[in-house]
């Protein structure tokens, strides 16, 4: 598995991180917040424990789980943005590479799937 992935797995994390950190201090961030926090930075750990894996199955199940994670990121930032609790042009780059590692994902899911015996 490429190094490059898991560093930028973490990357993402902590953008996720930085971008928690600078919600405003309403109900509403602060709850938003939690959940993107929660979301954004299991990605990484997923892709980490697919590089563990034991078999295909569990290598695509692990990614799964990711791309789920992924998937909820996308929502919350979404709804930061629709919100305006968040100025939207601020999210443009977090969205765009949850867009982009939600692509690496299932493409590696294809590919394991592909390579499994039938």
Known sequence: MPSDLKQRTKAFALRIIRLY?????????????KQILRSGTS????????H?????????SKLNGGLQELEET???LELLAESETIEPSRLTPLTQEADELTAILVTLIKNAKNKEPT
């Open 21 to 33: 950190s600078a919600l405003p201090n309403t109900t509403v961030a602060q709850v938003l917040g």
């Open 43 to 50: 990605v990484g750990a997923h892709y980490r424990e697919a």
């Open 74 to 76: 996308t929502y919350w």
């Open 52 to 60: 563990r894996a034991r078999s295909t199955s569990e290598f695509v």
